[in-house]
T-cell receptor, first 115, second 110 residues
Framework: NAGVTQTPKFQVLKTGQSMTLQCAQDMNHNSMYWYRQDPGMGLRLIYYSASEGTTDKGEVPNGYNVSRLNKREFSLRLESAAPSQTSVYFC??????????????FGSGTQLSVL | GQSLEQPSEVTAVEGAIVQINCTYQ??????LSWYQQHDGGAPTFLSY????GLEETGRFSSFLSRSDSYGYLLLQELQMKDAASYFCAGEMDSSYKLIFGSGTRLLVRP
């Protein structure tokens, strides 16, 4: 059982380049999330998708776009990368039952450097 | 605004008990979760408190007081493998938006 799979694991971009981070989960979860984590800091929510077909902004959405392609997949796109977007990106999923206590399952992360 | 505050670092001795505190300010608060993250790894879920009181899971316990907007994670019989960062997280605005604190780095001394 793979859980949450993110690709790529590492990426180096030049300022202004674009790229898409891919995320897929095989747990039949309704909700999916993208977080970024900067050194020595907590996770900040970029976007989330409570269910297939819906997406909502989190704490730091500027400079990013997302697509909930289907129930399994949730991608994060950087249209024009900036050095401030250098970070570790985590995708996560949860059952999304709406009862509270969402238990998030995280992917292994993508380390992104923008030069 | 919405925020969760934690101490940046806590140090304890192997075999001891350590408490990591979390205070929060938010509207539409559902409950408080705790996650563990080892260096270079992904966060993993530890516990969740929806109601006031203590929840126990093995060596780990978590406490919530809604009236005080305060919770803590208690780790007993500390082991070297418990050295990690611990994050409290809360669901805000009655939504699925899970917001994390900045994390507490736990150092365990032999």
């Amino acid at each position: 059982n793979a859980g949450v799979t993110q690709t790529p694991k590492f990426q180096v971009l030049k300022t202004g380049q674009s790229m898409t981070l891919q995320c897929a989960q095989d747990m039949n979860h309704n909700s999916m999330y993208w977080y970024r984590q900067d050194p020595g800091m907590g996770l900040r929510l970029i976007y989330y998708s409570a269910s297939e077909g819906t997406t909502d902004k989190g704490e730091v959405p500027n400079g990013y776009n997302v697509s909930r392609l289907n129930k399994r997949e949730f991608s994060l796109r950087l249209e024009s990368a900036a050095p401030s977007q250098t970070s570790v990106y985590f995708c996560a999923s949860s059952d999304g039952s709406g009862q509270g206590g969402e238990k998030l399952f995280f992917g292994s992360g993508t380390q992104l450097s923008v030069l | 605004g919405q925020s969760l505050e934690q101490p940046s670092e806590v140090t304890a001795v192997e075999g001891a008990i350590v408490q990591i505190n979390c205070t929060y300010q938010t509207s539409g608060f559902y409950g408080l979760s705790w996650y563990q993250q080892h260096d270079g790894g992904a966060p993993t879920f530890l516990s969740y408190n929806a109601l006031d009181g203590l929840e126990e899971t093995g060596r780990f316990s978590s406490f919530l007081s809604r009236s005080d907007s305060y919770g803590y994670l208690l780790l007993q019989e500390l082991q070297m493998k418990d050295a990690a960062s611990y994050f409290c997280a809360g669901e805000m605005d009655s939504s699925y938006k899970l917001i994390f604190g900045s994390g507490t780095r736990l150092l365990v001394r032999p």
